[in-house]
């Protein structure tokens, strides 16, 4: 009983997940196997527990690249963009983009 309350709760934690798929089936799978004794007399039984959950999702992230001499770079901002909105036109470093006013 202790195997699929487990289990269970195994899939529970995976359904409340927000970073798994709500649309996808989970499953729990209980397994018996009995093997007799030589004199069949009685035996061994045993109980496997496997479950099937849903996997995490990927999670999308954008980067750009800025080609700086022989050294390409990756900006999680795009680089023709920085100094938009700083108020002279003029593109911020990337070190000064950073910091905080």
Known sequence: ME???????????????????????????LSFEFAPSLDRSGGTATVKVDTK????????????LLKNGPTIEAFTQDHRQMGMFDGNGEAESVEDASKVN
Do not use: C, E
């Open 3 to 29: 195997l699929f309350q487990s289990a269970l709760a195994q899939v529970n934690n995976n359904i409340k997940d927000p970073n798994t798929s709500a649309g996808k089936k989970r499953k729990i799978i």
């Open 53 to 64: 959950l849903s996997s995490h999702q990927g999670v999308d992230g954008s980067f750009y």
